[in-house]
C-alpha cells in the first residue's frame, strides 16, 4: 500500500503549496482522493499514469477539494480515454460537472459513472475480490465524507520448492493458494501449511478531512493501519476550529489515540504557519507515531 500526497494544504493555491490531492495504491488499484486545483499538475510531476485512475473519491463540495475536477476531466477527454470512470462524492456534483461539460458542448467519450452520496451513515461505496470502500460521515460546514479503504484477506504464500518436494501437480497450486489441502501424485494429503505461509495481514487507509474533532468516526476507523486526519489549526488558534469545522493537531491525535491506529498522518494545513514542525510537536504529546503530509511526499505501508 502506497500512498502519495499530491497536496495537503487548506483554502487556496500558492507559489509552494497545492489543495488537498492524493494517490493511494492498493492492491493494484490507483484511487485519486480529492481533487483540488491544480491536480492534474500534480499527478504529471509525480509521474502517475492519468489511464491508472479508474476512480476518484471526492469528500465534498468545498473548491480546495474538487475545482481540480474538471480540468482533469477534460484532459482526459483530450487524450482519448476510453475507458470508464467511477466518481464517488456527494450529491450535486454529477450536476455541476455535467452543466459543466454541457455548457462547453465537450460530452465525454468514456463512460463517466457517479456514484452520489447522501447517507449520514457509515456505508460500502466499493466492494471488490481485492478492496472494500466506507464511507466515514464528517462533521464539517457541508456534507462531508472520509473514506475508509480496507485491503481483503489476500491469498496464501505458495513455497513452490516445497511444493514440489511434496510431488503437488502444478494444476493445484491455485487451490493451494486458496488454502485448500490437496492430493499429491503419489494419492497422499498434503497439509496446506507445509507449502504455504499465511497471507499478510490486510491493511487500512482511513481519510478523515474536512471535520471538527468528532468521537463518533473511532468505531468506523478502528485499528486502521494508517489514519490520516486533517490539523487545520495549532493549539492557539483552537478556537476557530469549530465554527469552521476543522481540527487542531491535538483533536488528531485524540482521535488516533483512541482508534488505536499504527501511524497517523497530519495534513489539510492552515497556510498561515510557516513552521508545519509545531504540529508535529503539539500532536505527539498525545499519540506517536506521526507523520506531516507534504506536497509530493510518498509513504509506503509494508
Ligand atoms: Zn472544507
Redesign the pocket.
Known sequence: MNLTILGCHSATPRVDTNPTAQILEIRNHNFLIDCGEGTQVQLRKNRIKFSRIKHIFIS?L?G??YFGLIGLLSTFQLLGRQQELHIYGPKGLREIIELQLKLSNSYSMFDLVFHELTSVNSEIILDDEQVTVRTIPLN??IYTNGFLFSEKPGERILLPDEAKKAKVDVAYYRKLKQGFDVINKDGILVKNDKVTLASKSPKSYAYCS?TFFDESIVPIIKNSTVLYHESTFLDKHERLAEPTGHSTAKHAAYIAKMADVRLLILGHFSTRYDDLNLFREEAESIFMPIELAADGKKFTFE
Do not use: A, G, I, V
Request: proline fraction near 0%; aromatic fraction near 0%.
Open positions: 465534498h468545498h480546495d477539494h464539517h460546514r474536512d
